[in-house]
């Protein structure tokens, strides 16, 4: 599990989470427990959402080609050492909010190498 942690300004995900959402990158090898309350919405060509069927807790978004997990910061516990260091489609971010500490950004979907959120 990556230590930095990520912001999506992109509609989508705003409308996912009611804000940016605030992600970890887990890598390909993430287990759960508890997998028959997983459920999954397909939220593009390229990618996935997963949620608990039980509670609704957004619990990951996910590349299908790579299975490559970006899961919301707030489910792990905050062990000091997470750094707050990178956004993701700030040309669609609203006005209401900034995260001005946070200098690295990509301004647009072309700026990407692949595609995230």
């Given at each position: 599990?990556?230590?930095e942690?990520?912001?999506?300004h992109c ?8 804000g ?13 427990e ?7 919405f ?28 970006f ?8 062990d ?20 001005g ?10 700026a990407?190498?692949?595609?995230l959120?």
């Amino acid at each position: 599990m990556s230590k930095e942690i990520g912001a999506c300004h992109c509609h989508q995900c705003r409308t996912w989470t009611g804000g940016p959402l605030l992600t970890i990158d887990c890598g390909s090898n993430v287990s759960f427990e508890g997998q028959e309350h997983i459920s999954f919405f397909n939220s593009s060509e390229w990618a996935e959402r997963g949620f608990c069927s039980g509670c609704g807790t957004h619990l990951f978004y996910r590349l299908k080609e790579n299975h490559q997990y970006f899961m919301p910061v707030g489910i792990f516990e905050d062990d000091g050492k997470l750094v707050f260091d990178h956004q993701i489609f700030i040309d669609e971010k609203p006005e209401y909010y900034d995260f001005g500490c946070v200098a690295n950004f990509f301004r647009d979907r072309k700026a990407l190498t692949f595609p995230l959120f």
